[in-house]
């Protein structure tokens, strides 16, 4: 009887024949053991993980300390500036609006500066001038006053927000540095809610003290994220510029019209790599401004449509806020993985067109529906919202740092940051032009504009893949 096949599982017959048993070959060694699965490492674990780099450790405790000043600011600023200083509604819009115009220009001058000057100092003189300035508020007791202390402060937060776009940069390559202004963003997210939390305590009180106690304290917080800043490490700065040393004849004397021509040209090569030069970079970050103003959607958009054209309780525009905040806190740091590709990058910012596109028109949707089906509606089109800011973050960090020019990263940053505050600047004209203004076309209208520049950064983004 031959042996049967061992996929069988029977015992083969033993071959009676000493020869056949001496050349029957040995049976194999058993596999060894696989060795346990490691197990999965705690929330906190991964948490601490994700803020390994000394550098993002720094950020995310100056960011942590004084976001948490900001969400005080921003929760009782407009009734500071109504109830305590006087001010007329007319009056604070102009405020508002001229702190914003400032930090326009302060954007492009934060990123500039970055590359000429040292980073650090830059930020930690930025950080400080905006925390004294949110202090001086409690002595504004007129309107110029107040204009005057909101410049400066919109000046030096959006100055300092270039510097910080710079130093991620540079203190980071590839994906690190989107996972960076990810976990940046989210720590914002917490800090800034709960600091909201903290500023309602003024809100509840209704007292002209309560409010300049946490304006101080909202101030102080950013004095306190001095401490993390001061320990930032040199390697954040910009590597300093090559000097052109002189052109030095036979005889030993100085050339000087061959020196200032050498000057001449390490000049004109430094402005080469300037992105004013660089009409790819500056599509992107218009295109990034006009999907910017989504921001303006959710903050005055579709608290007006809820007030004036459904039915849903006005309770409903607080619940959306936190579930904005919820879906940001919880996926933008997931949500970033792989963008630094900049064909990922142009895939998830498609995304997020169609997801913005949907969701003002599903907004739309709620006008007249009875109060249950309105509160679904647009817990639905927040949601759609909510991840399409997730997304078009992520996609735009990641176009933004791969296609600026390392030599320039600052003036790169400090453009695109200046797009942004174009667009939040441009945002409440446009939203109430649209949804506000003409209802359902109106919102239509919005979706066309948003899913064009969602699309055009996906095009760039597909182009420079191409290329690379």
Known sequence: MSPTSPDTGTTPAVDSHPEAAATAPAAAPAAPAAPPAAPRPSLWARLVASVDDPVLRILVGATLISRLGRG???????????????????????????????GVVASFAGGWLTDRFS?????????????????????????????????????????????RSAIIARAFTGESRVHARAVLRTVTNVSIAVGSGLGAVA???GTAEAY??????????????????????????????????????????VDAAATAEAIASERASWRSHSPWRDPRYLWL???????????????????????????????????????NTVIVVIFQVPMSKGTHDLRVAGRVSAIAAWLMAGACLVYAAAAGLPVGFAVAVLVIAATAHAFAEVLS??????????????????????????????????????????????GLAGWAVLAAIFLASGLGTWWIARRAARTA
Do not use: K
């Not at 107040?146 to 270039?162: D, K, P, W």
């Not at 300049?212 to 954040?236: D, H, N």
């Open 393 to 438: 973050q992520a996609g735009g960090w990641g176009l933004s740092f791969e296609l600026a020019d390392p030599v320039r990263a600052g003036t790169y940053q400090g453009v695109f940051g200046m797009g942004y505050s174009v667009g939040a600047l441009a945002a409440p004209l446009v939203v109430n032009a649209t949804a506000v203004s003409h």
């Open 285 to 323: 970050t218009a295109l990034s401004a006009i999907f910017g103003m989504q921001f303006g959607v959710g903050e005055l958009g579709v608290p007006l449509w809820i007030l004036h054209e459904t039915t849903a309780p006005e309770v409903l525009i607080a619940a959306l806020l936190i579930l």
């Open 72 to 102: 005080i600011f921003l929760t009782v600023t407009v009734l500071y500036f109504t109830l305590i200083v006087g001010l007329t509604p007319g009056e604070v819009a102009i405020v508002l609006a001229a702190a914003s115009a400032a």
């Open 212 to 253: 300049r106690a946490l304006i101080v304290g909202a101030g102080l917080l950013y004095l306190l994220g001095l401490f993390q800043l001061v320990r930032l490490p040199a390697r954040v700065d910009a590597p300093a510029r090559v000097a052109v040393a002189e052109v030095v004849t036979e005889t030993g004397s």
């Open 119 to 163: 980073a650090r100092r830059l930020i930690i003189a930025f950080t400080a001038i905006e925390g004294v300035a949110l202090i001086a508020y409690v002595f504004a007791a007129d309107f110029v006053t107040a204009l005057v202390i909101a410049v400066v402060c919109g000046l030096f937060e959006q100055g300092a927000n270039s510097t």
């Open 203 to 205: 809100l509840a009180l």
